[in-house]
């Protein structure tokens, strides 16, 4: 049986909590009608001995101050709401609880932005890891030593497990499952809680939101650039022209600003360009093609699948719909 402890706190997303609680739960429940031993023993985990919002009757979950729970086989860390620079720091009571056990053997499991819990321990130095794609500017500019994938849903390196964000979560405890209680509970587990089994990418869902957080007012400059005029003819050096840089100055330095290419960078907003389109219902697909910077529909299919996992076509049918106007809201900046 492992033990699998869920760090709780009030600031945690309990949709994480609860849906990562349900999943296992479930499984215990299907152990226990076929008369086998339950796999999991699932604790809810806190720094109080006492927490009444969060207890639970269920039978297959307990509840325990960290302070007595002494050596479980896996913490899962949840998603958090809140500035990311002050929670973690608010919670370091958990955090130094969790880095003691993993040196203990523990292995430790982050849902969502739950990884900046990971980062805070220095868990992820040197390891592969992913999380919410609002979050990855943000975690790569805090953690350099982590290395950060944010197209995937799942990461398991040495016994550090993370997840992408928010719902895609439950990818990772499906996989916990799978890999815990082997391919044929994993696979009842996909058709009971309606997941894809081996989901890796989330790329389709990331907004790219152009890196503006640095200081080089002539990189700046040049973002602002191609974001005005990425459906005309560009070209790097025209870009660079815009900076007074040489090209070779203008493509070190536009890289360490932005972490992209100026090429990838084009790249980008053109795609996310041709995906606004696509969202709203953009049915002739050579006109978006040009509106958003491509003469050839072979380069802009394969750039387009390359960047967001998913044909023009496919993303189309996933994301266009009729919706509401938010006139006036920032919806992806005001992400918690």
């Known amino acids: 049986m492992k033990e699998i402890a869920i760090l709780i706190h009030e600031d945690a997303v309990f949709s994480t909590v609860s849906g990562a609680m349900d999943m296992l739960i479930h499984t215990n429940r299907l152990f226990h009608e076929s008369g086998k031993p339950l796999p999991f023993k699932i604790m809810l985990v806190g720094e109080k001995s006492e927490n009444e919002f969060l207890r639970n009757p269920e039978p297959y979950v307990g509840y325990s101050a960290i302070a007595d729970l002494k050596n479980p086989d896996l913490i899962i860390v949840p998603a958090f709401y809140g500035d990311r620079g002050v929670i973690p720091q608010k919670h370091q009571t958990l955090i130094n609880w969790m880095n003691s056990m993993n040196k203990k053997g523990t292995e430790v499991a982050s849902l969502c932005s739950g990884s900046y819990f990971l980062a805070e321990a220095g868990l992820l130095n040197g ?25 995937m849903v799942i990461t398991d390196d040495r016994g550090i497990y993370t997840s992408g964000g928010a719902f895609s979560s439950l990818n990772l405890v499906l996989y916990l499952i799978d890999k815990f209680c082997g391919r044929e509970i994993g696979i009842w587990a996909s058709k009971m809680f309606s997941l894809d089994m081996d989901r890796t990418s989330q790329s389709h869902f990331a907004v790219f939101k152009g890196q503006h957080q640095h200081n080089d007012d002539e990189i700046l400059k040049a973002q602002n650039y191609i974001e005005q005029n990425h459906h005309q003819e560009l070209n790097i050096d025209k870009i660079a022209g815009h900076t ?36 709203k219902g953009a049915q002739n697909i050579n006109l978006l093609m040009y509106d958003a910077g491509y003469n050839d529909i072979k380069t802009f299919r394969e750039v387009f699948k390359k960047i967001t996992g998913l044909t023009p076509q496919d993303y189309r049918k996933k994301y266009s719909r009729d919706i509401p106007s938010f006139a006036g809201i920032d919806v992806y900046n005001s992400i918690n």
């Open 244 to 279: 007074n840089m040489s090209k070779r100055n203008f493509i070190r330095r536009f890289k360490k600003a932005t972490q992209n290419t100026p090429f990838e960078y084009l790249q980008r907003v053109k795609i996310e360009s041709a995906k606004k389109a696509l969202e």
């Open 127 to 151: 390891k592969s890891c992913t999380s919410h794609w609002f979050d990855k500017d943000d975690i790569m500019s805090r953690y350099p030593a982590v290395n950060f994938l944010s197209d």
